[in-house]
């Protein structure tokens, strides 16, 4: 066990940061993991959550099982991916983030024994405490293959790290989504939508207007707060 590992162990119960709302260390630095199925989807589903873990000083790493290639207009897939990137990679530096793109393709990703192992092992180089990716229900498959891979490297690896769900474009894409944890992003609203609106071939607009606007603020009046993220946190045991 790491010592980052008998920190929390010590202090908090063996992973049982419970409450991703608690989590403000400041003596030791934490590795947050976010995978999403393409770019925007980590920033606009937790980039609240994933800023204010950067701002406290933890490491924070987005991974994009795809760059996006197939939703840019006017473009092929090489060109797409390009400017897609580009738009990550910046979204990344104002959420104070490192991007990794893991190389499946934008509206043909699959889930077999081959990537398995590659998501697999990625998440085992990066040691992270906490991972967060999309939630298994939802209506695009490239966020049910991204969500996949990640559930099965937490089996397979042990329970090694906190995995909690994050939702996006609720009852469009996310479905059946019930909060067990929430994270107050009033002071971090703003940097998220700068992180946002860096995906400027998305469309910004269109993004919060898919239901992110109203969520942050539902889930903000559940949580007792102006703004919050919302997740759904497996159980270590």
């Known amino acids: 066990m790491t010592n980052r590992r008998k920190f929390l162990a010590n202090s908090l119960g063996l992973f049982s940061v419970a409450n991703l709302s608690e989590i403000s260390y400041k003596e030791k630095k934490l590795k947050v ?4 199925g393409h770019p925007d989807d980590p920033e606009s589903g937790c980039g609240g959550t994933l800023s204010k873990f950067s701002s406290q000083g933890h490491s924070v790493t987005v991974a994009y099982l795809t760059t996006g290639e197939a939703n840019v207009s ?5 060109e797409a991916a390009k400017v897609r990137k580009l738009e990550a990679e910046n979204a990344c530096k104002i959420m104070n983030a490192k991007p990794v793109f893991l190389g499946q393709i934008d509206g043909a990703t699959f889930v077999n024994a081959e990537w398995r192992k590659k998501v697999r092992d990625f998440i085992k180089s990066e040691n992270p405490d906490i991972v967060f990716t999309h939630w298994p229900l939802d209506t695009h498959p490239d966020h049910v293959a991204a969500s996949i891979m990640t559930h099965d ?3 397979v690896l042990g329970k090694t790290f906190k995995l909690s769900y994050y939702e996006v474009c609720a009852g469009d894409q996310t479905q059946l989504f019930h909060p067990n944890e929430y994270v107050d992003i009033t002071d971090f609203q703003e940097q998220k939508r700068k992180a946002v609106y860096c995906h400027v071939s998305q469309n910004p607009l269109d993004i919060y207007a898919c239901g992110h606007t109203a969520s942050e603020d539902f889930r903000g009046r559940e949580f007792g707060v102006k703004a919050a993220e919302a997740f759904i946190t497996m159980p270590m045991k």
């Open 33 to 36: 993991l976010c995978i999403g």
């Open 153 to 155: 490297a937490w089996i």
């Open 74 to 78: 006017g473009k092929n897939l090489e």
